[in-house]
């Protein structure tokens, strides 16, 4: 009865320990469907701690740091995961996530399972497009940039998103700490600021005058040309009304607002938000005409895509919104648009190829397109979030904001832009082959030069016979390849606009005479008065088909000798049937005819030349011997 008893209550504190598991877990999940990472992460560690440990567990708190960009413990609950996960995008965070922590070429073999796995996704076209791509993006902008954290405006909390604007900056902060805090990151909600700014330095910082703050997100933003209308993104609250969608989540929308006696006031929902889909981070163009902005509205090609609308005649009054298309957009995140004055677009994306996290990238406006995205590179990108960047077209500097010096969960602090080279740069993408074969030659030695032969950089190729080099765009240059046992080959290079230009570099090989000690291929000989092929002469001729087949290009000629025995006239006919013996058994074996010749020389030539020859001096006189015929029509023995 007593063991009975035990056994109850140990049953009992088991049944309590996984009910409290399973609370919990139940309890990380309602904050993790709700969009509360930081709860829900700390929650999922103690159900963890308390032995809890399922793939669905692994895979929300993994989610859950990345979405919170605590990137050392996203890749330590990825890099379980990936050992028990089926799932193409696990991969593909984790591979995030290795890159953000500097482990970049940790980082290839799971971007390379992702592309595998998802061959069609555009992020896998894109990095089999240029796998070895880390290396570029860390070379594009180390000498034109210089990024230093702004003085006087960040706080422990997010600030970000700065644009200037008539001796102003204006930004996004959650530096007000008496309202709600927002359980995503568990930081204030956002406000609009500004602040005076001259001479680099800020002061006077204040939220913006007028209605467009309230206790709930507001910003990101950007400011009409005329400065009259303010675009901003805010949570779903309308009316004073806090609305979510169907599983309970606010989503973002855009307003605009009037500069009214010195206030933003008349605020106004745009027509193209919609309860169930986020329409954010607004950008006008330099002529105010379009409105660029971020959306995972249904139709798009990933988590959010870079949208435009026409701004038309009339308050509130727009076109149908243009999903950029996917030479901007990928399955990943796409976002923070800004388009500077020359018309160039600059944008945040973690579905190009990049550094982890955002990097921002640059699209120039050619004849009204726009190009590929260019990375820009460090320093001006990072292993963490970067993002919502502003480039004045005159200077070339500005601003970005980024998470690379954070200190806690969500802080983005701003940071100068300070350029000191251009920022348009072309990629030239060399291939060094065999002119011949057309297979790569890696070792080969590559050098760029400029257009009068100054060498600017070399290298190696690897072993696709790949080097690469970055130069500023409209200019020219010139690419040198060079290697062993090849003929050097260059070829001219004018570097447009486009991101990228391949050049291949064919190489010639060295005409090398080969001779037949080379090739191993020994004197044949024959018995007294006969032609035919002993067989010690077979063996060696043998050999000579051997090395017809693996040299291609390959001709032999071949000449016969007799002894002295017999006459002259003899003798030259004697010779001609054993070159005509030799060469038909060569024939014979499947070596075109077209590339061997034959003649027979009698006993002109002895190799031992006596009068009173012994039988192994004769011997060594019956022979057929072999020549290499170049393509210069000279031979050599």
């Known amino acids: 009865m007593k063991k009975l008893y035990i056994l109850i209550i140990l049953l009992t504190i088991g049944l309590n320990a996984v009910m409290a598991q399973s609370t919990l877990v139940k309890k990380a999940d309602k904050y993790y469907s709700r969009l509360q990472y930081v709860k829900a992460a700390e929650t999922y560690e103690k159900a963890i701690a308390n032995g809890d440990v399922d793939d669905h567990v692994y895979k929300n708190i993994a989610d859950a740091y990345y979405q919170i960009f605590?990137?050392?413990?996203?890749?330590?609950?990825?890099?379980?995961?990936?050992?028990?996960?089926?799932?193409?995008?696990?991969?593909?965070?984790?591979?995030?996530?290795?890159?953000?922590?500097?482990?970049?070429?940790?980082s290839i073999p799971w971007m390379e399972k992702f592309a595998k796995m998802k061959p069609?996704?555009?992020?896998?076209?894109?990095?089999?497009?240029?796998?070895?791509?880390?290396?570029?993006?860390?070379?594009?902008?180390?000498?034109?940039?210089v990024v230093n954290e702004l003085p006087n405006i960040n706080t422990e909390y997010s600030d970000f998103g700065v644009k200037p604007f008539g001796g102003k900056l204006y930004f996004v902060s959650a530096r007000d700490t008496k309202g709600k805090t927002y359980e995503w990151d568990q930081q204030p909600f956002l406000d609009i600021y500004q602040a005076d700014y001259?001479?680099?330095?800020?002061?006077?910082?204040?939220?913006?005058?007028?209605?467009?703050?309230?206790?709930?997100?507001?910003?990101?933003?950007?400011?009409?040309?005329?400065?009259?209308?303010?675009?901003?993104?805010?949570?779903?609250?309308?009316?004073?009304?806090?609305?979510t969608d169907t599983t309970g989540v606010s989503r973002l929308k855009l307003f605009s607002a009037k500069l009214i006696d010195g206030e933003w006031t008349d605020i106004r929902e745009l027509p193209f938000n919609n309860d169930n889909y986020s329409v954010s981070h607004p950008a006008v163009s330099p002529d105010g005409k379009k409105l660029y902005f971020s959306s995972d509205m249904p139709g798009g090609l990933g988590q959010s895509d870079i949208y435009v609308v026409e701004i038309k005649r009339g308050r509130n009054n727009f076109g149908t919104p243009v999903n950029l298309g996917p030479n901007i957009n990928t399955e990943g995140r796409e976002n923070f648009p800004?388009?500077?004055?020359?018309?160039?677009?600059?944008?945040?994306?973690?579905?190009?190829?990049?550094?982890?996290?955002?990097?921002?990238?640059?699209?120039?406006?050619?004849?009204?397109?726009?190009?590929?995205?260019?990375?820009?590179?460090?320093?001006?990108?990072?292993?963490?979030?970067?993002?919502?960047?502003?480039?004045?077209?005159?200077?070339?500097?500005?601003?970005?904001?980024?998470?690379?010096?954070a200190t806690r969960i969500g802080d983005d602090n701003i940071y100068t832009i300070k350029n000191i080279k251009p920022i348009c740069d072309v990629l030239i993408s060399t291939t060094v082959v065999d002119a011949k074969t057309g297979k790569p030659l890696p070792q080969a030695s590559v050098t760029l030069t400029d257009k009068e032969g100054n060498p600017i950089k070399t290298k190696l190729a690897d072993n696709e016979g790949h080097a690469?080099?970055?130069?500023?765009?409209?200019?020219?240059?010139?690419?040198?390849?060079?290697?062993?046992?090849y003929e050097n080959n260059k070829a001219n290079v004018v570097a447009t606009d486009e991101e990228e230009v391949d050049v291949k570099i064919a190489l010639n090989p060295i005409e090398k005479i080969i001779t037949p000690r080379e090739?191993?291929?020994?004197?044949?000989?024959?018995?007294?008065?006969?032609?035919?092929?002993?067989?010690?002469?077979?063996?060696?001729?043998?050999?000579?088909?051997?090395?017809?087949?693996?040299?291609?290009?390959?001709?032999?000629?071949?000449?016969?000798?007799?002894?002295?025995?017999?006459?002259?006239?003899?003798?030259?006919?004697?010779?001609e049937k054993r070159a005509k013996a030799t060469m038909e058994y060569i024939i014979s074996k499947g070596i075109d005819a077209s590339r061997l010749s034959a003649e027979g020389k009698g006993e002109s030539e002895p190799v031992v030349n006596c009068t009173r020859c012994t039988e192994k001096q004769h011997q060594l006189n019956r022979r057929s011997e072999f020549i290499i015929v170049t393509d210069d029509n000279k031979s050599g023995e």
């Open 519 to 575: 090739l191993d291929i020994n004197t044949i000989y024959f018995d007294f008065d006969k032609w035919n092929i002993r067989r010690d002469a077979a063996f060696e001729l043998d050999k000579v088909v051997e090395a017809m087949k693996k040299y291609p290009d390959l001709k032999i000629h071949i000449v016969s000798h007799t002894d002295i025995r017999g006459t002259k006239e003899y003798n030259q006919k004697l010779s």
């Open 468 to 485: 690469d080099f970055l130069i500023e765009c409209d200019k020219d240059v010139i690419v040198e390849a060079r290697a062993e046992e």
């Open 198 to 243: 001259v001479d680099g330095v800020v002061s006077n910082i204040e939220k913006i005058s007028g209605d467009v703050n309230t206790k709930y997100h507001d910003g990101t933003f950007c400011i009409a040309p005329d400065g009259k209308t303010l675009y901003f993104t805010r949570d779903n609250y309308v009316g004073r009304t806090y609305k």
């Open 338 to 405: 800004f388009i500077s004055k020359d018309g160039d677009l600059y944008f945040s994306s973690d579905g190009h190829p990049g550094l982890g996290g955002l990097d921002v990238f640059a699209c120039r406006n050619v004849d009204g397109k726009f190009s590929r995205p260019r990375n820009l590179g460090v320093p001006l990108n990072s292993g963490k979030d970067d993002f919502a960047i502003y480039i004045d077209d005159d200077t070339k500097d500005g601003f970005i904001s980024s998470n690379r010096d």
């Open 120 to 145: 069609a996704d555009h992020r896998a076209i894109k990095f089999r497009e240029n796998p070895n791509y880390l290396p570029r993006i860390l070379e594009r902008g180390s000498d034109k940039f």
């Open 70 to 106: 605590d990137t050392k413990n996203a890749e330590k609950y990825y890099a379980i995961l990936v050992k028990k996960s089926d799932d193409p995008e696990v991969f593909y965070r984790y591979a995030q996530m290795l890159k953000a922590n500097g482990k970049y070429e940790e």
